[in-house]
T-cell receptor, first 116, second 112 residues
Framework: DAMVIQNPRYQVTQFGKPVTLSCSQTLNHNVMYWYQQKSSQAPKLLFHYYDKDFNNEADTPDNFQSRRPNTSFCFLDIRSPGLGDAAMYLC???????????????FGPGTRLTVL | KQEVTQIPAALSVPEGENLVLNCSFT??????LQWFRQDPGKGLTSLLL?????REQTSGRLNASLDKSSGRSTLYIAASQPGDSATYLC???????????FGQGTTLQVKP
């Protein structure tokens, strides 16, 4: 049973051509995260949503934007992809700490972005 | 600033061997520590989560320990199998933030 779904799994775009990556979840979790993982590197948090509250990491480039129209869906928009943006993009969800439940993050399979 | 380090970066062992993966972190003010598995080209699968008040967690052949005061965690894999071959990532959640700070991972190869 897929819990965190990412589409597409592989995305090819051209330098400078806007691209949108999609994440959906069936867990009804309040928090959704977007991570960027370059080859052989650790995942790096770009931003996260706590419900509708958007939290941007200080070092996330302006080129990266996100939208969360409802609890289930979250989108990552790259306005003008550069060659350096080629990476695996991982979406994750979790329940807030205040819920008293385990704060495990559940990850999707990722979208591998290639920039030509 | 919290930093997470995993040593070694790569490890190759024969099938059946018990092994230990190491993770160290610089700031002991953590909320929890999580171990993940990542297969090539895939997302992350959570293996074990240790709360800051806990010393260890076990799941099947896996045992993770946490020593907050020394900034160390280990992931012990018993009787390794070729199917255990993957990259293992350690991540800490600092006390004052909701984000995970990841190490760069240890790539494990278990040879038949």
């Amino acid at each position: 049973d897929a819990m965190v779904i990412q589409n597409p799994r592989y995305q090819v775009t051209q330098f400078g051509k806007p691209v949108t990556l999609s994440c959906s979840q069936t867990l009804n979790h309040n928090v959704m995260y977007w991570y960027q993982q370059k080859s052989s590197q650790a995942p790096k948090l770009l931003f996260h949503y706590y419900d509708k509250d958007f939290n941007n990491e200080a070092d996330t480039p302006d080129n990266f934007q996100s939208r969360r129209p409802n609890t289930s869906f979250c989108f990552l928009d790259i306005r003008s992809p550069g060659l350096g943006d080629a990476a695996m993009y991982l979406c994750a969800t979790s329940i807030p700490r205040a819920s008293g439940k385990l704060d495990t993050q559940y990850f999707g399979p990722g979208t591998r972005l290639t920039v030509l | 600033k919290q930093e997470v380090t995993q040593i070694p970066a790569a490890l190759s062992v024969p099938e059946g061997e018990n092994l230990v993966l190491n993770c160290s972190f610089t700031d002991s003010a953590i909320y929890n520590l999580q171990w993940f598995r990542q297969d090539p080209g895939k997302g992350l699968t959570s293996l074990l989560l240790i709360q800051s008040s806990q010393r260890e967690q076990t799941s099947g052949r896996l045992n993770a320990s946490l020593d907050k005061s020394s900034g160390r965690s280990t992931l012990y894999i018993a009787a390794s199998q070729p199917g255990d071959s993957a990259t293992y990532l350690c991540a800490v959640k600092p006390s004052n933030t909701g984000k995970l700070i990841f190490g760069q991972g240890t790539t494990l190869q278990v040879k038949p």
